[in-house]
Structures are given as C-alpha cells and as structure tokens.
C-alpha cells in the first residue's frame, strides 16, 4: 500500500494574464480515493490540476502537500510522491515507447544511480498494465492517439507515485479503451491506495469511478462530495446549463445522467387577473 498524503487547496486564485480563471478555491482531496474534476469547457479544470501539481503558480492562496506549499518542495523530491499526467503531452522526435516510459523512473535514481532491476520491473508493470508492451520498440511518433495516450498513462504508471493527477486520461481512446484505461485507474487504488484526481469530461464516467466529485463551475467550486451527492440534475443545470433526468445506473449503483437538451430559465409572465 501506498503511503497516505493529504492535498489540500485553501483559498487559491488562477489566472492567466489579466484574466482570472479560479477564484478562492478552497478543495480537501480525500486521501486514498478516486477524486474527477467535472466542469463546462473552459471553467477551469485542467488550471486547477496544473496548480495543484505546480506547474501554475498561484496569485493568492496555496496548494498544500503533507501542509507544505508544493511550490517550495524540490521538483525530485515532489515528483516521487507527486505524478501528473498533462492534457496533449508532447513526447521528443524519434523517442521509443520504452525510452518514454522507463522517463517515469527518473525521480526515483540519484546524480549517480544505474539503471536497476526495479525500474526494469516498473515499466515492464506498466507496459503490460496498459497493453503497450508490443509497442515497447516503436517510436512514439508512430503510434495512433490511442496508443500514444495509453504510452503516457504507462509512463505516469512506472512513477510509482502515490498521488497520480489526469488531465483527461481518455481523451483519444475509444470507448471500450476508455473502460479499460479507468478500470486500470481503479484497481491502482483499490491495490495500491493510489490517491487519484482526473479531469473528466464524461460525467457518467466520471460518477461511475470516482468515490468523490468535484464541479467547477466559473472557476468556482460549486459542490464537491460523494457522485449521488454531486452530479444532481439541479447541478448538471447550473454547470452545464442543460436540461437533464439522473437515474440511478441499474449496473453500478451510481447516478445516471440524460441529456435533455440545452436549458433556458425563461420567467413566467403574470397571469392577468
């Protein structure tokens, strides 16, 4: 089992430029849980995971690791705790699916350290995890999207990390792909206690696998809890601004949402008396 961290986000403003995308975000990420990120495009998603992994600096507010800044931990020293997959990596020109890979190792070997028979054993756990490994000789640049996301969820794998952030894990997979990429996901957590945090566009999916959501609404956290808590169809409304019906999933147990079509508040005209 992995060790238990706690990731904690207190009163945190993103931005970009002159324009503000999260605004005094206050977040407690369950330790040891399936944590999706839910959200209309462009409402802050992938700023907020690229924050907690340090990559975007805050204006105000922190991310917390163990109650320390991330920001002033060493990079090595939180890329062995900490692994991040980012929406649309770009891998280097020529590079094999094993070289990719066997990257995830790097913050685990000194200045000085050799290769060892653990890192051989780590990539070839997560070449076959994610049913790469009759890739592992090809170049990177040749592979389809699908193949290539899968490559990248390996290398994120072989970090061996115990928080793993997703920026859209399933972007490119097909939808059996998809099933398989999250049921990999799950038993990571369920095996190794692997606290996870993706962005989701796929809402069902995302009720179905993770033990807690997170929706953003104008970079806003507008509810955060349990799937049959969260994904409501009052907040499917205001996040998405779409009519909807949520049913319980009669497979998963888990909320089940229909799209409608877009949704309009009109106001009622009085009735002449």
């Not at 975007?56 to 997959?85: E, F």
């Not at 994904?231 to 049913?247: C, H, K, Q, S, W």
Request: negative net charge; contains cysteine.
């Amino acid at each position: 089992m992995t060790a238990s961290h706690s990731l904690n986000i207190e009163n945190l403003t993103l931005g970009y430029g002159d324009r503000t995308v999260i605004d005094a975000l206050d977040l407690v990420v369950p330790a040891g849980k399936v944590t999706a990120i839910i959200g209309a495009n462009a409402c802050g998603k992938s700023t907020l995971l690229r924050s907690m992994s340090r990559l975007l600096a805050p204006r105000s507010g922190h991310v917390l690791l163990d109650g320390k800044a991330v920001h002033s931990i060493p990079a090595k020293q939180l890329a062995r705790t900490l692994g991040l997959l980012p929406q649309s990596p770009i891998a280097p020109e020529g590079i094999t699916v094993a070289d990719l890979v066997g990257r995830g190792r790097h913050p685990h070997q000194g200045i000085f350290a050799r290769w060892s028979k653990d890192d051989d054993a780590a990539v070839a756990a997560a070449l076959d995890a994610t049913e790469t490994a009759a890739l592992a000789d090809r170049a990177v640049d040749e592979l389809s999207g699908g193949q290539r996301q899968r490559v990248w969820i390996a290398m994120a794998l072989a970090q061996q990390t115990d928080l793993l952030l997703l920026d859209e894990p399933t972007t490119f997979l097909d939808v059996s792909h998809q099933i398989e990429v999250l049921d990999l996901l799950t038993d990571l957590n369920r095996s190794r206690g692997t606290t996870i945090v993706m962005v989701l566009h796929d809402l069902n999916l995302a009720a179905r696998y993770a033990d807690h959501l997170v929706a953003v609404a104008d970079g806003k956290l507008h509810a955060a809890g349990r799937p049959e808590d969260v994904l409501t169809e009052a907040t499917v409304r205001i996040v998405f601004g779409m009519d909807n019906m949520v049913i319980t999933d009669p497979s998963s147990g888990k909320p089940l949402m229909l799209p409608l079509g877009r949704h309009h508040v009109v106001e009622a005209e009085p009735t002449a008396s």
